[in-house]
């Protein structure tokens, strides 16, 4: 196993939990277990991985990022849970899904905000309301 998939990996846990990393590569089957370990070896053991910015400042971009491509709800869901677990409260979250429809559009914005809420309803999170 190479540092960076170790690093990866550490990093990737400290958002999701304790072996969620291997059980990422897991539930993969064939070529697509490769590819769980290069995401998580790029993405968080370079990328999540270096300095400047925090966990939670990470996450929020990916989250703006995801909710500007569209058609991403799972990773939609599971950087929504990152993103609590990196300390951003559910209105900071929401509030990137808002800002984010200036530049992406009201159909992606609306398609996340259903995405977003549902996942911190189902993960205990009080929803703000305006």
């Given amino acids: ?5 170790e ?29 769980a370990r290069y995401g998580i070896e790029f993405n968080f053991g370079d990328i999540y991985s270096r300095p400047g910015l925090t966990l939670a400042q990470r996450e929020m971009i990916t989250l703006g990022a995801l909710v500007a491509l569209g058609g991403l709800e799972p990773q939609l869901r599971g950087h929504t849970r990152g993103a609590l677990n990196a300390g951003l409260t559910p209105t900071e979250i929401l509030e990137t899904v808002i800002h984010v ?28 309301r305006p």
């Fill in 101 to 128: 429809v200036q530049y992406a559009g009201f159909p992606r914005a609306l398609n996340a905000i259903r995405v977003v809420t549902d996942t911190l309803i189902e993960c205990g999170a009080e929803i703000p």
């Fill in 7 to 35: 690093q990866g990996k550490r990093k990737f846990e400290e958002l999701y939990g304790a072996g969620k990393a291997d059980g990422l590569i897991a539930m993969q089957t064939g070529l697509a277990q490769d590819l």
């Fill in 1 to 5: 196993m190479t540092d960076r998939l």
